[in-house]
């Protein structure tokens, strides 16, 4: 089993930037990605950014202005938002996923409200 706990969500203007933060606790893989997606009220789920050992892949919404990150000792990854717009409130949640065995693990979530 996997816990993930994110953070750093809140309200912030447009042009504002935000950190969100996840750290991966329990059963933790050697070999493993994790990613953020963001779903926004009415909407699907929707990819945001992911990283693993060997790529990084980002939404073309968010390219340019979202860097995703992360600190394998600390089992936690990042995500640097800036130059935010409105069309990025959502609630953003963090996802834990391997291969081998196939296991995927997601947080609760946390809010981003970009207001105009």
């Known amino acids: 089993q996997v816990q993930l706990v994110e953070s750093g969500g809140g309200l912030v203007q447009a042009g504002g930037s ?8 329990g059963t ?6 994790m990613g953020w997606y963001r779903q926004a009220p009415g909407k699907q ?40 717009k409105p069309e990025d409130t959502a609630v953003y949640s963090c996802n834990y996923a391997t291969l081998i065995p196939p296991r995927m693990y997601w947080g609760q979530g946390t809010q981003v409200t970009v207001s105009s």
């Open 45 to 84: 789920r929707e990819l945001v950014a992911t990283i693993s050992s060997d790529y990084t892949n980002y939404a073309d919404s968010v390219k340019g202005r979202f860097a995703i990150s992360r600190d394998n000792a600390k089992n936690t990854v990042y995500l640097q938002m800036n130059s935010l």
């Open 18 to 25: 935000l950190r969100l933060s996840c750290v991966a606790s």
């Open 28 to 33: 933790i893989s050697t070999n493993y990605a």
